[in-house]
């Protein structure tokens, strides 16, 4: 989903996502205070729109030296999720961080992008409204005003997924593009409701004290999500590079989820915009994240499960998002989660 557009405070991804941004120049970023292994290999890697605590288990394995330990000396670069995904489908850029129908409508495109490792574990777009309007499900949303940042990205094609799962009739629901004002729109009654990632719109809304009901996409049709995304040249020349940059991510992933406490202050440091008086909301977000990445029973950290592209494709391709045929087994692999 774009990744995650972010909420300035804390706020999400993109995937990440204001139009007509341009990333700044990346910084180097590596561990301070710890001894570094000579000659680590440089890597970018592209993270959301701008820094945020939701992007902890990236900030906890250069803070805790997972990268380091891989021999890397990892530079974060934050901008457009679809700037990325193209730079990475052309190996001017060997890592991203992307949402899953990113790398759909990229293989549509030709660009020979590939995801390698989960993150979110569930689609996290939602539509909110306030508690007790009566619009807690998707049918109830016919007759009735819905705001969406614009008609593109994860907000969009979170829109059309509850469509075709819910079996909504699109001609009865006004779609008001009102940018990334959701949370405004919904409180000042512009809209009656607003699509919005769950730990953005929902969240902020709740601290100001307004109660909201909440539909999750996710509940209604499993996509793929935010994970970790390189190209078919970087898996064929470099595939020890791949290893390396999964197991360290993956490393800092699960120290996130066992130390949220520790991972949040690492956290802070990487993002000070995010605490003093924004703590409190940055901390409510960072909490709720957690549960977004926490695996299912039975299920391995960093495993994307195929059902979800095969379903993602069929649904993409039916609702007119993407006009040609995807083969769904090429649009990841789970061959560096499962290796060691």
């Not at 940042?149 to 829109?159: H, R």
């Not at 290893?243 to 956290?267: C, N, W």
Request: aromatic share 10%.
């Amino acid at each position: 989903m774009r990744v995650w557009r972010v909420l300035v405070l804390a706020v999400v991804v993109s995937t990440l996502v204001v139009a007509g941004c341009v990333p700044p120049t990346p910084v180097s970023q590596t561990p301070g205070g710890q001894g570094q292994a000579p000659r680590l290999e440089k890597l970018t890697l592209g993270l959301g729109y701008i820094p945020s605590v939701q992007f902890a288990p990236f900030y906890v394995a250069l803070q805790k030296g997972f990268f380091a330990k891989e021999g890397l000396d990892v530079t974060f670069r934050h901008g457009m999720e679809t700037d990325f995904i193209k730079l990475v489908g052309t190996n001017e850029l060997q890592f991203a961080v992307a949402s899953g129908e990113e790398v759909i409508l990229a293989r549509a495109q030709g660009l020979p992008v590939t995801y390698v490792m989960t993150w979110y574990q569930r689609f996290p777009v939602v539509v909110f409204a306030p508690k007790g309007a009566g619009l807690d499900t998707p049918k109830a949303l016919e007759g009735h005003k819905v705001g969406i940042p614009g008609l593109y990205g994860a907000s969009f094609v979170a829109w059309k997924a509850l469509v075709y799962a819910a079996g909504i009739d699109e001609s009865k629901v006004t779609l008001e593009s009102i940018g990334y004002t959701q949370a405004e729109a919904v409180s000042q009654g512009r809209v009656d409701a607003a699509i919005d990632y769950a730990v953005n719109g929902p969240v902020k809304l709740r601290l100001a004290g307004q109660d909201v009901d909440v539909i999750s996409v996710s509940d209604y049709i499993d996509l793929p999500s935010n994970g970790l995304v390189t190209n078919e040249q970087t898996i064929r020349d470099r595939p020890d590079l791949v290893q390396r940059v999964v197991r360290a991510t993956l490393k800092g992933l699960e120290y996130t989820l066992a130390h949220p406490d520790e991972a949040f202050a690492i956290s802070l440091k990487a993002v000070p915009e995010a605490g003093g008086e924004n703590e409190p909301t940055s901390r409510a977000v960072f909490d709720m994240v957690l549960d977004e990445w926490r695996i299912p029973q039975g299920r391995k950290l960093g495993w994307t499960d195929p059902q979800r592209w095969e379903q993602a494709v069929r649904f993409m391709r039916k609702m007119g998002l993407i006009d040609v045929d995807v083969d769904a087994s090429v649009l990841f692999t789970n061959q560096f989660v499962e290796s060691p």
